[in-house]
């Protein structure tokens, strides 16, 4: 999915141009005359690398991956949103979506990160060992 969208965006020479702000360097897009740095282009550059990074993080569950992955596309369009054209001084509403799943997956990592430090598992306490001689009682059957 992450190549797939990453791969999209890439390809907005190919769309409807790739927009941006004013630059010595970069495209022409449709209806304009000046240059403008396509931010479409290096946006699908960092998710396809943030697909690959997904795909070798063979030691995490799927769950902290799909939050990688989900939190990984919100920052790069949080942080794209800023360069994109917009209507007045107000952050867009894509902007302002991608900060709030942003700031959702940060707190569902962090939420699995204290579960995980604080499981029933790490405070158990085990007892004395096999090779101690403990009276039994009706509840150890």
């Not at 190549?3 to 970069?26: A, M, N, V």
């Not at 990592?109 to 009682?137: I, Q």
């Amino acid at each position: 999915v992450l190549w797939g969208y990453g791969t999209y965006e890439f390809t907005c020479f190919l769309r409807d141009g790739c927009f941006g702000p004013s630059s010595p360097i970069g495209l022409v897009p449709a209806g304009l005359g000046t240059p403008q740095f396509p931010v479409g282009i290096v946006v699908g550059l960092l998710v396809v690398l943030l697909g690959v990074a997904v795909r070798h993080l063979w030691s995490v569950s799927p769950v902290r991956k799909l939050l990688v992955a989900v939190g990984g596309v919100a920052l790069v369009r949080s942080i794209a949103a800023v360069w994109l054209p917009r209507l007045g001084t107000a952050p867009t509403r894509p902007h302002v979506e991608s900060v709030v799943v942003l700031a959702v997956t940060a707190a569902a990592g962090a939420a699995l990160w204290v579960r995980g430090r604080t499981s029933t598992n790490d405070l158990a306490w085990e007892g004395p060992g096999p090779s101690v001689d403990r009276p039994r009682s009706s509840t150890d059957e």
